[in-house]
């Protein structure tokens, strides 16, 4: 592989220079179709070739009526558009080709240079740049998309756990980057430093303004490839996805001070300029919401149009977005919003087809415009008019930048720091204040200065590319060999053995655990639990999901459906005499190996082992080879084996959300099923537990003992379980019996006999038809299946005398539990009736 | 929300107790003194409960109010039934597990102290703990996080993690449709990887030693609310 690398990338490389001049030879290729026609103008500038094609039109129509005609500005636009989409593309697809290259250049440096690459080609034929970043497409068909994926593929719970100090960086950051830079440098200015320029302290602070913000786009596609910690890149990410919006406030109102000019600018002004920022931005998330909102409420009701039930999530997030700038508000904060808060109700509205539509296009859009924006900040480069040097100006606005993000960011982590319980270290302030890249944003708003007002506009434009260019390719270069020597935190540690893995598992799950005990989820636990539960969900979740959401409903009710499915692979599976073979194949190798470690050589079932992992798991056969391999080798092949195994079939922890903000993957985790065993088996052992701790007996621990239980304990077990899943589930008396039957692939032996002997009165199951709707944690009382209470056996002996205890059993589950009674202090011993629900019911939950 | 201080909260709560059930010795309340309000630092907080070291006075308010609410036979203590009405446990496949940890051997109770004394090992490590070195070792070292994960798996107390009990715990772990033969053999290689003296069971020195490339620190600690 790494071999035959260099070559493709030449190879590649000369198709690229022959795709580019597919791409530019838009306007030459209508040159080539007039020449028939003899003119003989030169065809090297542009303008003539628009009226050779006018000539060409005209001349066929004189004809007669004309077989084929040429109309080339009829198409030229969107024709234009396309082939760029095309060179954008193509470029992307060869520099991802060279994957070595990437691991040392980021994507988007290297997309910079092909941007210069092409740039000079244009530049060379045409004499003049034709193509630029026009701010109006970039603002308006280019950065929505983007800002849209970074907002709906959002981390929502790292996001909102760290909200305050993403804010703070976001919003007293870029104030304080743009202001220190603004006034540092018309300090210079004054000091003499950069010669004569006509830049008062105004236009000063607007280009601090515009350069202030680090660019979500940059940031991404360099911090992507690196792989820094989740808590490190949330920070740099959301930071430079807020300070966006931030900036281009900014960079309003301090355009609208400059368009005021310096004599009419007085404190209430200033005071209005202040507020203004305050509700631009703050109307802009407002708005944002708004349409996130509108989003979960209409895909609600979008089932019967399936088809564009996606669409309505682009359009409105455009619409929000459009809005937004049609109101002066902040556009970017508000499609951000948008689709933070969408991104859950629309998830669990939409058909699971219409949502994976949502985030591939999302993608697709977003990575396509990312390349798009990169090329064209090269290409913009390749212009002799932006190109004024002044060498203090620029030099000192790099070293400006570079210090005060420094300062910033170090400053402001201090102060963070007194209120974080996990601090940002040294190291990732380090990182962070090296990641401040800048990118097109402040380019479009460069492009966006006014000429009749900034003198020096061309200058600042000059500038900011620098920065760019200095920020993203240097910068981006060096960020990686930067992160791996100060020793980063690196977000996922690749597992190596199988107890780091089963025990990272095993971590997870137990954090999960613990903070479901103590009570929270991150700092938006009171949204989350309350408000949100409550009310968000209620209005905006489709009533079917939101009950599948709360009490775990969806678990039975896709119990048949699974069981279903399941028989279906099952026959099949079973069908194929193959893999019965290589099964039973498959253990008696494990069990040869461990008997028999000997160094024998590995037989034929040794292949045909492998050839089963490689069904099973998409393990690369390796067993043509195997036959030459000393013992070690089978070693390492049963462990590649184990691993998969283990990685097929580990549970996944419940709130996983490792790189999902990446843009250019994505994964669904769509293991439900796994709920379901766990739950079940969750279930199960608490009522094992609990029936042996009534009976007295230890707790078994063999794991397969459920196959050695005599048929009365099942029968006892399934009835339990059913009356317990009645809870949950609700389910008619027919499917219970029918799912017990039909569950044979599980392992909980579920033979329900209908009609059969009630052997202990205490495990009637309950048919009231109130218990069937509360869930046990919801219920007031304790529930008989969840009691293997230790205490319970102690006190067996006394127990049984107090007849009265058991009586509420026998009647009905929705007594109290005797044991916790027993447990109760004595106070209460005299009196046995049950707590009244009603008093507690409020209380609960 | 209740501002009131946690201290007065706690003995409220223990007066209850005994007021409510008088016959079982308790353990003595936490003192009541406040921590120094002065202190900017929240970490720098000595909290009344030193033992658990939870940090900050807000965090304790907020794990109490937890607490009475996850309370429901209103004793102050809370039992393995008041854990498992937590709905999320039950689609924890660990869940279990975890509820056992938090009850001491042959108790099934738990006081406020032995719930926060369980969460403490699940905060945070702070800078200046690693570098001061403490008289006594604090619940949230690396080594006491690695000593509640070993006590998952080591159910009957022998400092051993036997292929029994590793077995039960992948069992909890992995899905249906893995067979029980390759489950045996995935807890046979894991041993094999852990176990250095050959007594096909994991020791608490082979834990910690075949997990120490691992980021314990970060992936057993949790951010408790202020």
Known sequence: MQRCGRVPLWLLGSVLLIRFTSGISAVDRDVQQTRPDSRPEPPSESTPNQSHADHGHGSSAVGGIPVVTFKWHHVETPYQVALWILVAGLAKLVIEANHHVTNVIPESALLICFGFILGGIIWGADKVQTFKLNPTVFFFYLLPQIILDTGYSMPNKLFFGNMGAILVYAVIGTCWNAASLGLSLWGCHQGGAMGDLDIGLLQYLLFGSLIAAVDPVAVIAVFEQVHVNEVLFILVFGESLLNDGVTVVLFNVFDAFVSLGGARINAVEIIKGIISFFVVAFGGSLLGLVFGLLISLLTKVTQKVKIIEPAFVFVLGYLSYLTAEMLSLSSILSITFCGVSCQKYINANMAESSVSTVRYVMKVFANGSETIIFVFLGISAIDTEIWVWNTGFILLTLFFIFVYRIIGVFFLTWILNRYRLVPVEFIDQVIMSYGGLRGAVAYGLATLLNESKIKEKNLMICTTLLVVYFTVILQGITMKPLVNWLKVKKAAVSELTLIEKLQSKVFDHMLVAIEDISGQIGHNYMRDKYFEERWMTRILMKKSVRKSRDCVFKVFHQLNLKDAMSYVAEGERRGSLEFVRNESAFIDFKKKFVDDCSGAMPDITACMSDDYSAIIDQVPSVSLEMHEQNMKGVRETEDINTHHLLQQHLYKGRKQHRHRYSRSHFNVNKDENEVQEIFQRTMRNRLESFKSAKMGVSPPKKISKHTKKDQQQKVILVRQFKTHMGWYFQFPEGDASGFAASDGSHPFPMTYRAGAGIENPAYIPDLDPMAAEIPPWLAEYDAGPVAPSQRAQLRLPWTPSDLGRLAPLRISTRSNDSFAQADAPAAQQKDDEPPTPSKRDGRNM | ?226
């Open chain 2, 1 to 226: 929300l209740a501002k009131s201080c946690p201290g007065q909260e706690t003995v409220t709560l223990y007066l209850r107790g005994v007021a409510l059930r008088g016959r079982r010795p308790r353990p003595a309340p936490p003192s009541t003194s406040p921590p120094p309000a002065s202190t900017s630092h929240p970490i720098k907080q000595e909290d009344n409960l030193t033992e658990t070291r939870l940090v900050s006075h807000s965090q304790i308010t907020r794990l109490y109010s937890r607490f009475t609410s996850l309370d429901k036979g209103e004793n102050g203590t809370l039992s393995r039934e008041d854990f498992q009405r937590i709905p999320e446990l039950a689609i924890n496949p660990l869940g279990d597990r975890i509820i056992n940890a938090f009850f001491p051997e042959g108790e099934d109770q738990v006081n406020f102290r032995g719930f926060m004394r369980i969460l403490a090992h699940f905060r945070p490590i702070e800078d200046n703990e690693k570098k001061s070195v403490a008289v006594s070792e604090p619940l949230n070292s690396r080594t006491n996080k690695l000593l509640f994960a070993f006590r998952l798996y080591d159910l009957d107390r022998d400092d051993k993690i036997s292929r029994e009990e590793l077995l039960q715990v992948l069992r909890m772990m992995v899905g249906v449709n893995i067979s029980d033969d390759q489950l045996g053999s995935i807890a046979d290689r894991t041993i094999q990887e852990a176990d250095t003296n050959g007594d096909n069971s994991i020791s608490f020195n082979e834990f910690i030693k075949v997990l120490e490339k691992v980021d314990v620190e970060q992936k057993m600690s949790i951010r408790f609310l202020h």
